[in-house]
């Protein structure tokens, strides 16, 4: 994906998609601050074995690399997604495991960092236990795990209206979004073996021209409107996407958290 496609059916490709393809690179819900605040907490070194989940374009993977991690693996399910990330890896201590999260063919206790953005998201409540429970086994005693997710909120908010929010998310981004409260977030990892350390918030403002603008600077951010305006479908798209992201806005957040393998 980290080319741009003049053939894109931006109709029915996921939301993630569609704005990599118009060339947002900073596809995380708390923007690329969050993600930031993520990788100085996890405090990566050249002592480091880092493992990230679904890197896609490659933002998070650069920021890590630039740390110099003795290893760094990405696990990517998706063919082509895999391809860009091999593109921008060097070396023999970097390399790209085409593989599903909830079965990565990594051995026991064979990370000190791993992390994943956007991603459990995406999962139902059962398949998000079995990829922590997996990051649990691959990780060694001690080791570091974060992740950087939408939240909703507050952490009493209706069950209704919860759903609601599922159905509304899932069916513009063209993915079944299942984002859990912050307390059920650090339940989870709890649940699954990790001590919950740290836990930061952020709002969940991915198409707000401000944060575009600080995810991706002015001129990128110009780019991606000429792009969304130009291509056949994106524009609409992009629209159907801010639309419902505003309706539940003050429900919508995102959250990163750093947990310790117990």
Not at 8 to 27: E, Q, R, S
Not at 102 to 121: C, F, H, K, N, Q
Not at 191 to 205: D, L, S
Request: one cysteine or more; aromatic letters at 6%; glycine letters at 8%.
């Amino acid at each position: 994906m980290g080319t741009f496609k003049g053939n894109v059916d931006f109709a029915t490709i996921p939301g993630h998609w569609v704005l990599a393809n118009l060339g947002k690179t900073v596809l995380r819900p708390g923007g690329i601050e969050l993600t930031r605040t993520m990788l100085d907490r996890l405090d990566i070194s050249s002592k480091d074995a880092v493992v990230e989940y679904a890197p896609g374009v490659g933002r998070t993977a650069k920021l890590t690399l630039s740390r110099k991690p003795y290893t760094y693996t990405a696990i990517e399910q998706d063919q082509e997604a895999a391809a860009v990330v091999m593109s921008y890896l060097n070396g023999t201590s970097q390399t790209c495991v085409v593989a599903d999260a909830r079965t990565p063919p990594l051995p026991d206790s064979s990370a000190t960092v791993i992390y994943g953005e956007a991603m459990l998201t995406m999962q139902p409540d059962r398949l998000k236990e079995q990829i922590i429970r997996e990051a649990h086994r691959m990780l060694q005693p001690g080791g570091r795990y974060a992740i950087h997710e939408m939240s909703l909120q507050p952490n009493d908010i209706p069950s209704e209206l919860k759903d609601t929010i599922h159905k509304d998310v899932s069916k513009v981004i063209r993915v079944n979004a299942r984002p859990l409260t912050v307390d059920e977030w650090k339940g989870l990892l709890e649940q699954n073996g990790f001590r919950v350390i740290e836990v930061h918030t952020a709002p969940m403002h991915l198409l707000r021209v401000k944060r575009v603008i600080t995810d991706e600077g002015v001129l990128g951010t110009l780019k991606i409107g000429y792009r969304c305006a130009t291509r056949g479908g994106a524009f609409k798209r992009v629209s159907a996407m801010r639309q419902v992201f505003m309706k539940y806005e003050e429900y919508l957040g995102a959250v990163s958290m750093i947990a310790v393998k117990e």
